[in-house]
């Protein structure tokens, strides 16, 4: 299994970017990492993944190190709508395994 | 993407007693699953609910307490069975349209919060 680590919490200012880093020193070669975010009492809504390559969409940018044993998501400009509990989650035999995630809180 | 609903989305019951959840798709999805959140917890998967055959449980979940249907590839029921206050919960349909293959996407409803008195 694709285990992750990640700080508990993070806070942001409004119109700064945002990193949010996590380790998975113990992910194999073929595994992807997502992630997900859940906004309170909401569902998780996915956010990106990638393998081996940076990877951008109109949400953020993931940026996984060259020994892919961690990765940072950034959210380029934070607004109040992205406080939410951050999952970064490596795919597991088709299954996503949740951690505890990243609670990040953006202050105006 | 897919479009995922989720009934009910809320529900108090008395335990002792069942509540069947139920998890529409508006397209023919390969992979079903179903996921709980404690109160304060993240998510914990359930079950792979899989067509036509019995679903697959992680450990730590058994059929008897929350038996699975899948009668076809848009559709999944999920029973709390015998509930207790342990119970209360977020219950999460969860959809990957493509299959299990690495790389593709799942997509989650919006859940359903049980509270058991």
């Known amino acids: 299994d694709a285990k992750t680590t990640q700080p508990p919490s993070m806070d942001c200012a409004e119109g700064r970017a945002a990193n949010l880093p996590c380790n998975h020193s113990t992910i194999s070669g073929n595994e992807y990492v997502y992630w997900y975010r859940q906004i309170h009492s909401q569902g998780p809504q996915y956010i990106i993944h990638?393998?081996?390559n940076n990877e951008t969409n109109e949400m953020a940018s993931l940026i996984i190190t060259e020994d892919r044993k961690s990765s940072t998501l950034i959210l380029p400009h934070a607004t109040l709508r992205d406080t939410a509990v951050y999952y970064c989650i490596g795919l597991s035999w088709g299954k996503l395994q949740f951690g505890a995630g990243t609670q990040v809180v953006v202050t105006p | 993407s897919a479009v995922i609903s989720q009934k009910p989305s809320r529900d108090i019951c008395q335990r002792g007693t069942s509540l069947t959840i139920q998890c529409q798709v508006d397209?023919?999805?390969?992979?079903m699953f179903w996921y709980r959140q404690q109160p304060g917890q993240s998510l914990t998967l359930i079950a792979t609910a899989n067509q036509g055959s019995e679903a697959t449980y992680e450990s730590g979940f058994v059929i008897d307490k929350f038996p699975i249907s899948r009668p076809n590839l848009t559709f999944s029921t999920l029973t709390v069975s015998n509930m207790s206050p342990e119970d209360s919960s977020i219950y999460l349909c969860?959809?990957?349209?493509?299959?299990?293959?690495?790389?593709?996407?799942?997509?989650f409803g919006a859940g359903t919060r049980l509270s058991v008195l």
């Open positions: 397209s023919q999805v390969t992979m």
């Open positions: 990638g393998l081996k």
């Open positions: 969860s959809v990957g349209p493509k299959g299990a293959g690495v790389g593709n996407i799942q997509y």
